[in-house]
């Protein structure tokens, strides 16, 4: 499985930026897409995750700011990012995580870097 983010840059606080995180490879019907981050010097934090069902999980730092949505046909998962805020600076991760055979798999994206200026 390989997965592809894009979509980070540099906006200014209170702005507006969408990722997108497109998956390739063997990937199951059933499976949660979601993004992290990590600043530096701090712990990888979960920031929101949709499952194929279409429920979701937000960090309560994000909740009313950020969006996640999912294409299932395209295995790809965006996160509509808007009231950005100097401490949503971050790299940002895109995971997938799927079942099978009572096993867990999970894949992380390369990366994209994310900057808000105060």
């Known amino acids: 499985v390989q997965l592809q983010a894009s979509g980070g840059g540099l906006v200014q606080a209170g702005g507006s930026l969408r990722l997108s995180c497109a998956g390739s490879?063997?990937?199951?019907?059933?499976?949660?897409m979601g993004w992290s981050r990590q600043a530096p010097g701090k712990q990888r934090e979960l920031v929101a995750e949709?499952?194929?069902?279409?429920?979701?999980n937000y960090a309560d730092s994000v909740k009313g700011r950020f969006t996640i949505s999912r294409d299932n046909a395209k295995n790809t998962v965006y996160l509509e990012m808007n009231t950005l805020k100097p401490e949503d600076t971050a790299v940002y991760y895109c995971?997938?995580?799927?079942?099978?055979?009572?096993?867990?798999?999970?894949?992380w994206g390369q990366g994209t870097q994310v900057t808000v200026s105060s």
């Open positions: 949709m499952h194929s069902g279409g429920s979701t």
């Open positions: 490879g063997s990937i199951f019907s059933i499976n949660t």
């Open positions: 995971k997938l995580h799927q079942r099978r055979w009572a096993k867990d798999y999970d894949y």
